[in-house]
């Protein structure tokens, strides 16, 4: 649409363009003749006239709104220029400009609808330019890494990664510009997060790109994945460990015994299995109840665990049977030595509440590869030597001895070949 032209004096039109006419709904120039301009003005802009058309004629670009013969407002633009041949006539253009203005409220609206869904979301989001700089952050991003409101713009995405982290994602950064690795936008893909209190956390991200032009912008979508790593560990700890004692259960044992196999196998060596029985234990939870049967076992794994090694393994197998694997034994006496450990750890009482609970142990020890090739093999023997002593008078240990089949008491230290 053409712009409104008119000429001014004292305020009043001397003259109106067509384009005129048409923007203010007249039926003809003659209509506006003689009228004052500011009577086409929504009254709420009116005092911009009585300001004086001179100083109105220092400004560039006004927006008011103007009012058609009809009644219909329109949002408009006007500019005000002194006409150069006569002091007292002023030159007026005037633009619809309501189309603009519509427009613009419509993408202000889309855009706080946008931050609006931003700032709900879970999941942080942050745009970062084709350096390598953050240069939007959403709220849930700025909580997640401890930021206040504002204070990740401008910042570096390694200053959101451990520093053992930072040179790795540069690598990255850097052939992907250069057109490596095209396959990186839109993968999930964990890593830490570095908070601004120095605290890590567990993150899953997933990049997309936006070209324009020759530049380039990535969204990172930032998902805190601490509790369900948290939850992953439970799960995986109860699969693997024994809920009462906190101590590996059978599958986590056979899993550890198959590893320490396979590395005697190929590198040679020898390894112990004590089988532990508890002596005495069943009066414990016939007379004082399962909770205080409970806490003696909690502190039997304990006293076990002391009794050995970090590189040993101490499980619990049954109700209060105990498997001890010894790895990397040389002598027969260091499994013996175990074995006695284990034996004085527990004449010690064990309090519950006011009673003192008193219990004793049958183990029965065998080795690999003396006393079977596999697993199954040496377990049995071990289970065999621990019943040999249940039988001969309990709170004790022997051997396997697999050259006749009989179960031995075995203090010596001769060498393992």
Same mark, same amino acid.
């Given at each position: 649409m053409s712009s409104l032209v008119c000429l001014l004096r004292d305020g009043r039109v001397l003259f109106l363009n067509n384009a005129g006419v048409r923007m203010l709904g007249l039926s003809a120039a003659a209509d506006a003749q003689d009228e004052l301009f500011e009577s086409f003005v929504v009254e709420d802009y009116r005092f911009l006239m009585e300001a004086g058309w001179e100083l109105l004629a220092e400004e560039d670009f006004l927006p008011l709104?103007?009012?058609?013969?009809? =009644?219909? @407002?329109?949002? #408009?633009?006007? +500019? @005000?220029?002194?006409?150069?041949? #006569?002091? &007292?006539?002023? %030159?007026?253009?005037? +633009? &619809?400009?309501?189309?603009? @203005?519509?427009?613009?409220?419509?993408? +202000?609206?889309?855009?706080?609808? %946008?931050? =609006? @869904? %931003? #700032?709900s979301v879970a999941e942080g989001i942050v745009t970062i330019n084709d350096s390598g700089r953050i240069e939007s952050a959403n709220p849930a991003a700025e909580r997640m890494f401890g930021f206040s409101r504002g204070q990740l713009v401008g910042r570096d995405m390694t200053d959101l990664l451990p520093t053992s982290a930072r040179e790795r994602h540069v690598r990255f950064f850097d052939a992907y510009m250069a057109g490596l690795f095209p396959t990186l936008m839109g993968r999930q893909v964990e890593g830490m997060g570095l908070r601004q209190n120095g605290s890590m956390f567990p993150m899953e991200i997933s990049v997309s790109e936006l070209r324009h032009g020759r530049h380039r912008l990535f969204t990172a979508i930032l998902r805190d994945i601490s509790e369900r790593k948290e939850a992953e560990d439970r799960i995986r700890r109860l699969a693997h460990h024994d809920t009462l004692t906190g101590l590996p259960n059978r599958n986590l044992l056979n899993d550890r015994m198959n590893h320490a196999l396979a590395r005697i196998k190929r590198h040679g060596g020898h390894m112990a299995v004590l089988y532990v029985d508890l002596d005495k234990f069943k009066p414990i939870n016939d007379s004082l109840g399962h909770e205080a049967g409970d806490a003696v076992l909690r502190e039997v794994a304990n006293r076990l665990m002391s009794c050995v090694r970090s590189s040993d393994t101490v499980s619990r197998v049954g109700g209060d049977e105990f498997v001890v694997v010894v790895e990397e034994i040389t002598r027969q006496g260091e499994a013996a030595l175990v074995a006695r450990k284990i034996l004085d750890a527990l004449e010690q009482s064990i309090p519950y509440h006011e009673h003192q609970c008193q219990v004793g142990a049958s183990i029965g020890v065998a080795l690999f590869p003396h006393d079977g090739t596999t697993i199954e093999e040496v377990c049995k023997a071990a289970d065999l030597a621990m019943y040999r002593v249940k039988h001969s008078g309990r709170n004790g240990y022997c051997f396997y001895s697999d050259t006749d089949g009989e179960v031995v008491a075995a203090d010596d230290d001769r060498l393992l070949e």
């Amino acid at each position: 649409m053409s712009s409104l032209v008119c000429l001014l004096r004292d305020g009043r039109v001397l003259f109106l363009n067509n384009a005129g006419v048409r923007m203010l709904g007249l039926s003809a120039a003659a209509d506006a003749q003689d009228e004052l301009f500011e009577s086409f003005v929504v009254e709420d802009y009116r005092f911009l006239m009585e300001a004086g058309w001179e100083l109105l004629a220092e400004e560039d670009f006004l927006p008011l709104k103007l009012s058609r013969a009809d =009644g219909q @407002v329109f949002e #408009a633009e006007l +500019r @005000v220029r002194q006409a150069p041949s #006569a002091t &007292d006539i002023f %030159l007026v253009e005037a +633009r &619809d400009i309501s189309k603009f @203005v519509k427009s613009a409220e419509a993408l +202000r609206e889309r855009e706080e609808r %946008l931050q =609006g @869904v %931003l #700032a709900s979301v879970a999941e942080g989001i942050v745009t970062i330019n084709d350096s390598g700089r953050i240069e939007s952050a959403n709220p849930a991003a700025e909580r997640m890494f401890g930021f206040s409101r504002g204070q990740l713009v401008g910042r570096d995405m390694t200053d959101l990664l451990p520093t053992s982290a930072r040179e790795r994602h540069v690598r990255f950064f850097d052939a992907y510009m250069a057109g490596l690795f095209p396959t990186l936008m839109g993968r999930q893909v964990e890593g830490m997060g570095l908070r601004q209190n120095g605290s890590m956390f567990p993150m899953e991200i997933s990049v997309s790109e936006l070209r324009h032009g020759r530049h380039r912008l990535f969204t990172a979508i930032l998902r805190d994945i601490s509790e369900r790593k948290e939850a992953e560990d439970r799960i995986r700890r109860l699969a693997h460990h024994d809920t009462l004692t906190g101590l590996p259960n059978r599958n986590l044992l056979n899993d550890r015994m198959n590893h320490a196999l396979a590395r005697i196998k190929r590198h040679g060596g020898h390894m112990a299995v004590l089988y532990v029985d508890l002596d005495k234990f069943k009066p414990i939870n016939d007379s004082l109840g399962h909770e205080a049967g409970d806490a003696v076992l909690r502190e039997v794994a304990n006293r076990l665990m002391s009794c050995v090694r970090s590189s040993d393994t101490v499980s619990r197998v049954g109700g209060d049977e105990f498997v001890v694997v010894v790895e990397e034994i040389t002598r027969q006496g260091e499994a013996a030595l175990v074995a006695r450990k284990i034996l004085d750890a527990l004449e010690q009482s064990i309090p519950y509440h006011e009673h003192q609970c008193q219990v004793g142990a049958s183990i029965g020890v065998a080795l690999f590869p003396h006393d079977g090739t596999t697993i199954e093999e040496v377990c049995k023997a071990a289970d065999l030597a621990m019943y040999r002593v249940k039988h001969s008078g309990r709170n004790g240990y022997c051997f396997y001895s697999d050259t006749d089949g009989e179960v031995v008491a075995a203090d010596d230290d001769r060498l393992l070949e």
